[in-house]
C-alpha cells in the first residue's frame, strides 16, 4: 500500500500537534523534501511559521512550494511566513553595507565573535510572538539545515543552547512546534556535528531518518525512513514506536510503502 506522510504521521492540518520538537535527519541521501513537506504541511494547517532557511534561496523553496500548493509569497504579503534568507544575509554582512539601528542582522555572529545565536534567537522569538492582529494557530520555527551554523564556525554547545532556548520560548511559551534539519554520517568523522544529532535525538519528539540504499541508486526507491515517535515521558510502560518505510519522490508529493513492496519488486 502506498500512502503519504500525513498518514504515516497521522498528521491533520485541520489539528495540528503542539509543542513538539522534530528532528529531521539524513544520512547519504538529501532530506530536504521533509522539510518541504513540514513547511507546506504548517502553512496550509493556519500556523505562522518562522523558517530559518540556512541552505537555499527563497526563490528555490517558493518553486518546490508551488508544486505542493502554496504560495510562499502570499504567505508572507498576509503575515503567516517570517522567512529568514541565510545566504542573503550572510551577503549583506560580509559585503554590505552596515545594518541600520535597530535592525541587528539575524546572522551578526559571523562578523563578531563567531558563535554567539543571541540576535538569532531573538529573531526567531519576536517573529512568533503573536500580535492582537494575529488569527494564526500555533507558532512554528522550521530550520534548513543546522548543520550550516557548525560549518559557519559556531560552536555545538553553542547551537544547542539555541535550541534549548526556542524548545522555552516557542514549545514551552507559545505552545508552538520546532522542526530542524541536520545531517548525520555513519562514519562520524565529524565529531561535532554527530555531537548535536546525538543530544537532539534525546530531546526529539518525534525522528524522521531518511537514508540513502544500502544497494545503491533505484529508479524505483530513492531511500528509507525511519520513523521514531517518542513514547510520553509521564507514562513509562509506553515505548517508542519504531517504523521504516521506503519512498520516491515525485515531481508533486513523496509515497511511502513497506520495503520490498515497490512496484520495482511486485
Known amino acids: 500500500m502506498f500512502v503519504e506522510l500525513n498518514e504515516l504521521l497521522n498528521a491533520s492540518p485541520e489539528r495540528p500537534e503542539q509543542g513538539k520538537l522534530t528532528l529531521l535527519r539524513d544520512t547519504k541521501t538529501d532530506g530536504s523534501f521533509l522539510v518541504h513537506h513540514f513547511l507546506s504541511f504548517y502553512l496550509k494547517a493556519g500556523c505562522k511559521v518562522c523558517f530559518v532557511a540556512l541552505l537555499q534561496s527563497f526563490s528555490h523553496y517558493n518553486i518546490i512550494a508551488q508544486k505542493l500548493g502554496v504560495s510562499l509569497t502570499a504567505a508572507k504579503e498576509r503575515g503567516q511566513l517570517v522567512f529568514l534568507e541565510g545566504l542573503k544575509s550572510c551577503f549583506d554582512i560580509l559585503f554590505g553595507e552596515e545594518q541600520r539601528v535597530g535592525q541587528p542582522n539575524p546572522l551578526q555572529f559571523i562578523s563578531e565573535d563567531g558563535s554567539n545565536l543571541k540576535t538569532m534567537y531573538e529573531f526567531v522569538r519576536t517573529s512568533l510572538m503573536a500580535s492582537g492582529s494575529d488569527s494564526?494557530?500555533?507558532?512554528?520555527?522550521?530550520?534548513?539545515?543546522?548543520?550550516?551554523?557548525l560549518s559557519l564556525g559556531v560552536r555545538p554547545v553553542d547551537v544547542l543552547d539555541f535550541i534549548h532556548y526556542c524548545r522555552v520560548a516557542v514549545c514551552s511559551q507559545l505552545q508552538g512546534n520546532i522542526v530542524v534539519l541536520v545531517h548525520s554520517s555513519d562514519d562520524s568523522e565529524d565529531e561535532e556535528n554527530e555531537l548535536v544529532v546525538n543530544s537532539l535525538c534525546h530531546q526529539s519528539n518525534l525522528i524522521l531518518w531518511a537514508e540513502g540504499l544500502a544497494t545503491g541508486f533505484c529508479k524505483d526507491v530513492h531511500g528509507q525512513l525511519k520513523i521514531i515517535q517518542k513514547g510520553s515521558s509521564e507514562l513509562k510502560a509506553e515505548r517508542n514506536l519504531f517504523r521504516i518505510y521506503q519512498y520516491k519522490i515525485q515531481d508533486k508529493n513523496v509515497t511511502f510503502f513497506a520495503r520490498g513492496m515497490s512496484v520495482a519488486v511486485l
Open 136 to 149: 494564526w494557530k500555533c507558532p512554528v520555527l522550521l530550520v534548513d539545515d543546522l548543520s550550516v551554523l
